[in-house]
């Protein structure tokens, strides 16, 4: 390959490629969703809950977060909660909130 389609392919991928790559990676950090877990058994409510390895004990933790569409609730197995919950966000139709 001569030089000059060498310099046209790099000037295509710089001019081209590389902007829409990084459009991309843009939209991705946007659809970027939580998981938050809840554990009456071990959990404890100063945790950050989002980790299975250290959730929330609490259904307190629930109505002070601001949830965004397509986050997680997971419970853990066995698990007992006395009370309820009122979530300020469902999600949208596209990206609903979602409990396991």
């Given at each position: 390959m001569d030089m000059k389609w060498r310099?046209?392919?790099?000037q295509?991928?710089?001019i081209i490629i590389l902007p829409l790559l990084l459009e991309c990676c843009k939209e991705i950090d946007k659809?970027?969703?939580g998981h938050y877990y809840l554990d009456s058994q071990t959990g404890n409510?100063?945790?950050i809950g989002t980790s299975a390895y250290s959730p929330w004990k609490s259904l307190n933790k629930l109505e002070k977060m601001n949830f965004q569409s397509g986050d997680s609730l997971f419970f853990a197995r066995?698990?007992?909660f006395k009370?309820?919950?009122i979530l300020k966000s469902a999600g949208t139709k596209?990206?609903?909130m979602q409990l396991w």
């Open positions: 310099f046209l392919i790099t295509f991928i710089t659809i970027q969703v409510d100063d945790n066995g698990s007992e009370g309820g919950f596209e990206g609903p």
